[in-house]
């Protein structure tokens, strides 16, 4: 089902799969409901209040921004202490009902909207976060990335 994600992940791209230049355009979906506004409180894109701050959304604990009152569905799965990663925000933006069902919450997202596929725009994300690299290298909630090492080839060298 994610088989394109993992296939440009695995493109010889060390930098993951998303294009953040793309990402910044697909924004413009998400910014009906969702602004970026810097910690020192600076615009970065004026959008709706439907939804909460993305600014630094990817290192972000699921569910925390201070000023949002989230549904209890994404409430309880923030209360499984997940972080959000490139590959979870991917994954919400496709489904966010489904994402919560899978991911210990119930019930309806408020999130109302669907995108088929997010990675350029999480890339885009991630730039507002410290370390959006490092982030993409953690490897937990994610089984996908199994298949990119082929047993017989391992390398002796360590
Ligand atoms: C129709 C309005 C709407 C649109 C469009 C929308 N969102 Fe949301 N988004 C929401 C709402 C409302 C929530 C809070 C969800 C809840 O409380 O269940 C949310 C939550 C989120 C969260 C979780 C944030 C957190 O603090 O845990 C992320 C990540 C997110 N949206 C990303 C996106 C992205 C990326 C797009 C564009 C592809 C997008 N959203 C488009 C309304 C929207």
């Known amino acids: 089902m994610l088989a394109t994600s993992a296939a440009a992940f695995a493109d010889g791209h060390g930098h993951g799969h998303g294009d953040p230049d793309k990402g910044a355009k697909d924004f413009n979906k998400c ?20 939804g909460p701050n993305l600014f630094g959304v990817v290192g972000r604990p699921v569910a925390s921004y201070p000023d949002f009152k989230y ?22 933006a496709v489904d966010p009902t489904k994402f919560i069902d899978t991911h ?25 976060s410290d370390a959006p690299e490092a982030m993409e290298a953690t490897e937990e909630e994610s089984g996908e990335a199994m298949e990119e090492m082929p047993a017989e080839e391992a390398p002796a060298s360590e």
């Open 31 to 50: 910014k009906a409901c969702h602004t970026i506004v810097s910690d020192s409180g600076e615009t970065i894109v004026k959008g709706g209040k439907t």
């Open 71 to 92: 549904g209890d569905g994404i409430l309880a799965v923030g209360a499984t202490g997940m972080v959000w990663t490139p590959e979870l925000i991917t994954e919400y």
């Open 104 to 128: 210990g919450g119930s019930g309806r997202s408020k999130m109302t909207f669907k995108l088929k596929d997010a990675s350029d725009v999480v890339a885009y994300l991630a730039t507002f």
